[in-house]
């Protein structure tokens, strides 16, 4: 707005206005921290707030194992006591015998859709339900491995594979097993392994498997795969040839 009549000046008082004022500086605040909550046994740090370490935990078959980011996380105990990753880790350890006796019977157990759903359900009934396994598996570096990795890694030592080196490995078996169309639908399979985990591999993820891979045409996927109780098959079938052991070469 312009002042056409200099009327500002019949206002203006230099002994009553005196120098202006410089606006006082606001003090800066600095971002308080969020309390997570608890959630399904597991607490969440903030990222920007925790500090990143490795850190070898010996347990006692006398191995170590090394743990991702100890400060990150905050496990639950059963009787509602907060643990360290490492306390996690050492409980899983000590009850792992339960489930199973060996690295072969793991194996077994985890090659079957059925017999790998009651683990899964014995160890949940235990204290390690998927929210902790999932935590675990990113502790000990293992987000993209299957939790197959996990419980061989805590029990055995045993080095984890990804998942996309397993569904590699397996294509190579599938090639010698199947005929060309189950070939197609399995790799379907494995690349939905490999992209989401080893729930995709659950018996009841067949049916949306198969409505996912022929546009919801089940009776297209008959026509390629043959009866339900066949595609069944397939589809169990396959899935030992994820968890051979590795075959060690000769020098």
């Known amino acids: 707005i312009y002042d056409f009549v200099k009327a500002h000046h019949h206002f203006s008082d230099p ?35 925790v500090r990143k370490k490795r850190v070898k935990v010996k347990l006692a078959d006398g191995k170590a194992r090394t743990i991702q980011h100890m400060m990150v996380t905050t496990f639950w ?34 090659s079957s859709p059925d017999t790998r759903t009651k683990l899964l359900q014995g160890l949940a009934e235990k204290g390690f339900g998927a929210e902790q396994m999932a935590e675990m598996q990113r502790i000990i570096d293992a987000e993209n491995s299957d939790l197959f990795d996990v419980l061989a890694h805590v029990a055995y030592a045993l080095a984890p594979l990804t998942r996309e080196e397993r569904a590699v490995r397996a294509k190579l078996e599938i090639s010698t097993h199947f005929n060309r169309k189950q070939q197609a639908f399995l790799d379907f399979v494995l690349a939905q392994y490999v992209k989401v985990g080893v729930e995709e591999l659950a018996q009841d993820k067949l049916s949306p498997l198969l409505k996912l891979k022929y546009h919801n045409a089940i009776a297209d996927a008959v026509a ?23 075959i060690q070469a000769r020098p």
């Open 77 to 110: 105990h059963p009787d509602g006591t907060p643990m360290s990753a490492q306390q996690f880790l050492e409980m899983l350890f000590g009850k792992l015998p339960e489930f199973f006796k060996n690295e072969a019977e793991l194996r077994a157990l985890w």
């Open 15 to 49: 002994e009553w206005d005196g120098e202006p004022i410089e606006p006082e500086p606001k003090a800066e605040s600095k971002p308080v921290p969020p309390t997570p909550l608890p959630v399904d046994g597991v607490r969440e740090e903030p990222d920007e707030y």
């Open 224 to 246: 390629d795969l043959g009866k339900p109780e066949e595609i069944g098959k397939v589809f169990a079938g396959f899935q030992k040839y994820l968890y051979q052991p590795q």
